[in-house]
């Protein structure tokens, strides 16, 4: 392609040469923003002679339309492999080179995350005290989720929860109790003694205290004759064990829908001993999980009947406790993957 204008030529054979190494936005910068090449080139049209401004407004035309061509190809090549960008994946070293000669690179042998290893030491706990343990759900379904947990369509309580809604209609589980039905049926009938590890999710906003990603551990225990006193001691025994320290333990009134009574449990701080700390809030006690006796509709769900038998609920935060114990203050460096932090586990 030949143009007469000189300056339209000099673009030309330019932007012949730039498509090779410019990218799409490159070219786009160069030849057709406000102080482009080609928008340049069309500006200059009142300064031609009358006579060749036809000719000149053609092979302007011409020249963008080139462009146009230029930038739509690489558009639809963009993701394309080019072996003039592929990888060099060989050693970037001769392989007889000394080894104190060699560039270092991380060759630390991997850990667990502090999160794993807390979630083992808990679940080794309650299988000593007779527990089974069954992971929980990732993804589920409204019925477990809410229904069979005495959470019926149009509940207020549901609003408690800021749950993930898939567009066919699935939900990230918001707490680990999602798996309560499935456990009752598959290690029932009575006794029944289960904990649910598992991940869960809710759309609120992260700060120091909060994530909308996090672990839970859910307990169930139904029997014959169980009270809420052997729900105290029950976790009272785990959180002793865990905190290797003696505490006092009391619970306070709450709500959740699965159970009746609803509870709060709440322990002395296991670092002031209630003198008086940071992490208790300087109160001396701390508010560490939800839990209290299965409500009746629940058991009935899991074909269970509660004329005959009752049972205890607990749910923690998995890293709230980690938090606790190892004096971490920010739940956002648990999933930072910032490898400084993670080396101290």
Not at 158 to 181: C, I, K
Not at 184 to 199: K, Q
Request: with cysteine; aromatic share 12%; net charge negative.
């Amino acid at each position: 392609m030949e143009f007469k204008q000189k300056n339209l030529q000099k673009i030309y054979k330019e932007l012949l040469q730039d498509q090779k190494k410019l990218s799409l936005q490159g070219l786009k910068k160069k030849y057709i923003s406000k102080q482009g090449f080609i928008s340049e080139a069309f500006n200059k049209i009142s300064s031609i002679k009358i006579a060749e401004r036809a000719e000149y407004g053609k092979e302007a035309n011409e020249l963008k339309n080139l462009y146009e061509e230029i930038s739509q190809s690489l558009s639809q090549n963009k993701n394309i492999y080019s072996t003039r960008e592929k990888i060099d994946v060989t050693a970037p070293f001769d392989f007889n080179t000394k080894e104190e000669q060699r560039p270092h690179f991380l060759n630390e042998i991997g850990t667990q995350h502090p999160l794993t290893k807390e979630v083992e030491i808990f679940t080794e706990i309650f299988k000593s005290m007779g527990f089974n343990v069954l992971e929980s759900r990732q993804i589920d379904d409204d019925y477990h989720m809410f229904e069979s947990l005495n959470f019926p369509v149009g509940h207020p309580a549901r609003e408690m929860y800021d749950t993930f809604w898939t567009e066919d209609g699935f939900v990230l589980p918001a707490h680990t109790s999602t798996m309560q039905n499935r456990a009752m049926r598959m290690y029932g009938p009575p006794p029944i003694a289960v904990v649910l590890p598992g991940r869960c999710f809710r759309n609120e906003a992260t700060d120091a205290s909060h994530e909308f990603t996090f672990h839970q551990i859910e307990g169930i225990y139904i029997d014959k004759n169980v009270s809420l006193a052997n729900m105290v001691a029950t976790i009272k025994e785990f959180l002793e064990k865990y905190l290797e320290t003696s505490l006092e333990v009391r619970i306070q009134p709450s709500y959740f829908p699965f159970t009746e009574p609803d509870c709060e449990f709440v322990i002395s701080c296991p670092f002031c001993h209630k003198a008086g700390c940071s992490t208790c809030g300087h109160s001396g006690w701390i508010e560490l999980m939800g839990c209290g006796m299965i409500h009746p509709n629940v058991l009935k769900q899991a074909d269970i009947d509660p004329d005959t038998y009752s049972g205890f609920a607990w749910g923690f935060g998995v890293d709230r406790l980690t938090m606790i114990k190892r004096g971490i203050n920010d739940i956002r460096l648990l999933r930072d993957s910032n490898l400084n932090f993670l080396k101290q586990f």
